[in-house]
T-cell receptor, first 116, second 115 residues
Framework: GAVVSQHPSRVICKSGTSVKIECRSLDFQATTMFWYRQFPKQSLMLMATSNEGSKATYEQGVEKDKFLINHASLTLSTLTVTSAHPEDSSFYIC????????????FGPGTRLTVT | DQQVKQNSPSLSVQEGRISILNCDYTNSMFDYFLWYKKYPAEGPTFLISISSIKDKNEDGRFTVFLNKSAKHLSLHIVPSQPGDSAVYFCAASARYGGATNKLIFGTGTLLAVQP
């Protein structure tokens, strides 16, 4: 099956600093990647759709200046949480679209961000 | 506004019996539905899907039923196995007339299969 990796798997940072999370499709090219956020015991909330070579599309309520997304290649998308605050602490998951089908969306293992 | 809802946060079932997980949605534009399985600290894994033109899709022990008039779908697992213990998310997508490939997830149901 298709493999998507995320790095780091967990990160602890201080308030005010920025954190970058990488999402890589290891064995396929992904023109589209998605970034989700999951709060404890809650649903996965779509934050943004990342398209290779173009600007990301953010969901309503997601601050694009705070959550910077870069999809510079067909196998890599990055999410940078800028000026992190404790309320940004969450589980961030990316997915990569292998083919033009909804079921072909493969998820990474997630990144646990803790802001102190 | 939660467009996809899983009203049971948890479910406990005996090994060998049937597990039934339920999901309701509100957006009539949704035309494709998926079930994902998720272990703690891991990403979701795709299980099974169904298009709105069907009312049933079966894959081994997993069957998904769709009732469009009730805006309800369910996942049946039979027979249930201890390895099925995980959080199950239903997700919906509006492939036509809207943003394709976007998934809207429910809140998840924690399934515990007792040996």
């Amino acid at each position: 099956g298709a493999v998507v990796s995320q790095h780091p798997s967990r990160v602890i940072c201080k308030s005010g600093t920025s954190v970058k999370i990488e999402c890589r499709s290891l064995d396929f090219q992904a023109t589209t990647m998605f970034w989700y956020r999951q709060f404890p015991k809650q649903s996965l909330m779509l934050m943004a759709t990342s398209n290779e070579g173009s600007k990301a599309t953010y969901e309503q309520g997601v601050e694009k200046d705070k959550f910077l997304i870069n999809h510079a290649s067909l196998t890599l998308s990055t999410l940078t949480v800028t000026s992190a605050h404790p309320e940004d602490s969450s589980f961030y998951i990316c997915s990569a679209l292998r083919l033009a089908g909804v079921s072909e969306q493969y998820f990474g293992p997630g990144t646990r961000l803790t802001v102190t | 506004d939660q467009q996809v809802k899983q009203n049971s946060p948890s479910l406990s079932v005996q090994e060998g019996r049937i597990s039934i997980l339920n999901c309701d949605y509100t957006n009539s534009m949704f035309d494709y539905f998926l079930w994902y399985k998720k272990y703690p600290a891991e990403g979701p894994t795709f299980l099974i899907s169904i298009s709105s033109i069907k009312d049933k899709n079966e894959d081994g022990r997993f069957t998904v039923f769709l009732n469009k008039s009730a805006k309800h779908l369910s996942l049946h697992i039979v027979p249930s196995q201890p390895g099925d213990s995980a959080v199950y998310f239903c997700a919906a997508s509006a492939r036509y007339g809207g943003a394709t490939n976007k998934l809207i997830f429910g809140t998840g149901t924690l399934l515990a299969v007792q040996p």
